[in-house]
C-alpha cells in the first residue's frame, strides 16, 4: 500500500476576511507608493461599487485561487451580496471548490518539495502538486466520477457552464454535502450564477469524458461556451450598469469583458463596465491577455476608465485586502439581492 500520509499532514485553512479589520492598514496606503497606493485605489473602487446599488458585479477567478486558502473569501462575497455572478477557471470551481466540498482537502507541502526533485516520487504516490500546495489524486478521481454520476442523471441536452453547475449545487444540497463552506454551494443558494467558459478544462472535463464515452451519440449532455456567452450577455442587457472585479486574468476577464460588444452586436446600447479592478502579476508587454490593461480595454469599448484600477500583486496577498476592506466598509448592507440565476431560468433559482 502507498503511504503518502507521510505527505499530506498540515492543511490548508482558508483566510477569513470578517476576523480581520485591514481597513487602518489598506486606508495608509493611499498615503503611500508603487504596488500599494494602487491597492488602495482599487479597494476604494470595489467599495464604490458596494455603494452604487444599481450597479451588478461580476467577479472573475484565474490562477490557483481557492487551493491557495482563499475560497471562504468568494464564499463571503457572495454571502454577504458583494457579488452577483462569478466567471472562473474551472479547476476553481470543480478541482478546488467542489473537491472540498466532498470533504477533500488541499495540503501545505515542505518547502524541500518546491525544488521539484521529488515529484517523481509524488506521482508514484498519486499526490499532485500545485507549488507548494498538494492533492491527493485518488480523492481528485472520486470528483471526478461524481461529476459523471451528476451528468448521467441529468437530461441529454446542451447545457451551459451555469446550469450544470447549478446542478453540481444541488446535488450537494441533495446529497448532504453542506459541512464545509463551498462557493458552488453557496452561489446555488443565493442565485448567483457561475460561468466556466473553459469548463472541460479541468476535472469536469474528464467526468463528462467518461459520461459522453459510455453513451450513444444525442444520448449524452454537452457543454455549451456559446450559451454561457449568451446568458452572461443577457444578464448585461438586463442589468445595465456593471463593476468587475478580476482575480488573474485569462479567459475569465475577457469572457467578462466581452460582453459589452456582444450586446452591440445582437442590438443592444448598454454602458460600458462601469467599474473595473484587476489584481494580476502578468506583464503588460507582450501582449497577453493576462496583462493588457483596462485602459487598453477601453479602446474596445469593454470598460470605462472613469473608476478603474490594475494592480500588480499576487493574488494571495491582495485579495484578501481589497475584499476585506470592502467588507468592513459595510456598504454591502445596503445592496440588495440580486438573484442573477433567476433571470435565465426560472429554475435556477437555488430554492428547489
Not at 480581520?20 to 479597494?43: E, I, K, M, W
Not at 476553481?92 to 488541499?106: C, K, P, S, T
Not at 444520448?219 to 455549451?224: A, M, P, Q, S, T
Not at 475577457?254 to 446600447?269: K, P, R, Y
Amino acid at each position: 500500500m502507498r503511504d503518502k500520509t507521510r505527505f499530506l499532514q498540515q492543511t490548508i485553512e482558508h483566510v477569513e476576511i470578517t476576523q480581520h479589520d485591514v481597513r487602518p492598514l489598506v486606508a495608509s496606503f493611499r498615503h503611500s507608493a508603487f504596488s500599494a497606493r494602487d491597492l488602495y485605489r482599487a479597494a476604494d473602487i470595489y467599495d464604490k461599487m458596494m455603494q452604487d446599488t444599481e450597479c451588478g458585479v461580476i467577479l472573475c477567478l484565474a490562477g490557483s485561487l481557492v487551493s491557495a486558502g482563499l475560497k471562504r473569501i468568494v464564499v463571503d462575497l457572495v454571502r454577504h451580496n458583494m457579488v452577483d455572478a462569478i466567471v472562473s477557471t474551472g479547476a476553481n470551481i470543480v478541482d478546488q471548490d467542489f473537491f472540498e466540498a466532498l470533504g477533500f482537502r488541499h495540503y501545505v507541502a515542505e518547502d524541500r518539495l518546491k525544488s521539484g526533485l521529488f515529484d517523481d516520487e509524488l506521482r508514484k504516490l498519486a499526490i499532485d502538486r500545485i507549488y507548494d500546495t498538494l492533492i491527493d489524486e485518488d480523492e481528485l478521481r472520486i470528483c471526478d466520477d461524481t461529476i459523471m454520476q451528476i451528468a448521467d442523471g441529468l437530461e441529454p441536452r446542451p447545457y451551459s457552464s451555469r446550469e450544470f453547475i447549478q446542478e453540481m449545487g444541488a446535488w450537494l444540497e441533495k446529497n448532504g454535502r453542506t459541512q464545509t463552506d463551498s462557493i458552488v454551494l453557496e452561489c446555488y443558494r443565493k442565485g448567483v450564477p457561475i460561468f466556466v467558459p473553459a469548463f472541460s478544462d479541468c476535472s469536469a472535463g474528464f467526468g463528462l469524458v467518461a459520461h459522453q464515452a459510455k453513451r450513444a451519440e444525442g444520448e449524452h449532455l454537452g457543454i455549451d461556451s456559446v450559451k454561457d456567452f449568451h446568458e452572461i450577455t443577457q444578464l448585461k442587457v438586463q442589468c445595465g450598469d456593471t463593476g468587475l472585479l478580476m482575480i488573474g486574468g485569462g479567459v475569465p476577464k475577457n469572457f467578462a469583458q466581452d460582453v459589452v460588444v456582444a450586446a452591440e452586436i445582437l442590438g443592444h446600447e448598454v454602458p460600458m463596465h462601469k467599474y473595473a479592478v484587476q489584481v494580476t502579476v502578468a506583464d503588460v508587454r507582450d501582449g497577453a491577455l493576462s496583462g493588457s490593461t483596462l485602459k487598453e480595454a477601453c479602446s474596445w469599448g469593454k470598460v470605462d476608465i472613469a473608476y478603474e484600477q490594475m494592480v500588480f500583486s499576487e493574488a494571495t496577498l491582495a485579495f484578501p485586502l481589497i475584499a476585506g476592506y470592502a467588507y468592513h466598509q459595510g456598504n454591502w448592507r445596503n445592496r440588495p439581492e440580486r438573484r442573477w440565476s433567476a433571470l435565465l431560468s426560472p429554475a435556477a433559482t437555488g430554492t428547489s
